[in-house]
C-alpha cells in the first residue's frame, strides 16, 4: 500500500481543513479552503493578514491541522491529521493551484499562504478499527 498516495486520494476527496496556530501561549483555530500540490505535499490557503491566525503565523509559523470524514459508522471513520510550517505564497504555479480549484475567489485578490507538511497521521477505520498510517517528509 503506498501511504502518501492514499493520503492524497483522501485530501482530494475534501475542500475544508481545520487550522491550528499558536502564539504566546494562546492557541486559536480555524477552518480554510483549500488546493493541495502534490509534486510539494503543501497546501494552499487563502486568508488576510488581520485574522487571528495570521497575526499567529507571523509570530510562529509552526502550525497543525486536520481534514475529516464527519460520519457515525464507526467503520468509515477517516481522519487526517498534519503538521507542518506555513509561509506567504509567492509560487505563482501553486496560486494557480488554488484559483482553479477556487475560480470565484480571485475577484477578492485573496492573499494567499503555502502550509508545507512536514508530516501526516491519517487513521482510516476501513483498514481496521483505529488503523493508523503516517508519512514523514524526513523519511521520504
Request: with cysteine; charged share 25%.
Amino acid at each position: 500500500m503506498d501511504i502518501l498516495k492514499k493520503i492524497t486520494h483522501f485530501i482530494h476527496e475534501h475542500h475544508v481543513l481545520t487550522l491550528a496556530t499558536s502564539h504566546a501561549n494562546r492557541p486559536h483555530a480555524c477552518s480554510l479552503f483549500y488546493a493541495y500540490d502534490v509534486d510539494t505535499q503543501s497546501f494552499i490557503v487563502a486568508s488576510s493578514d488581520e485574522t487571528q491566525h495570521i497575526q499567529d503565523i507571523i509570530h510562529n509559523p509552526l502550525i497543525a491541522g486536520n481534514i475529516l470524514l464527519e460520519t457515525n459508522e464507526v467503520g468509515k471513520i477517516q481522519g487526517l491529521q498534519f503538521k507542518g510550517v506555513i509561509e506567504e505564497s509567492l509560487k505563482e504555479n501553486q496560486n494557480r493551484l488554488y484559483f482553479k480549484r477556487f475560480p470565484y475567489a480571485k475577484v477578492l485578490s485573496p492573499k494567499l499562504w503555502i502550509i508545507e507538511v512536514e508530516s501526516f497521521k491519517m487513521t482510516d477505520n476501513r483498514l481496521g478499527f483505529g488503523k493508523k498510517l503516517f508519512w514523514n517528509r524526513d523519511e521520504s
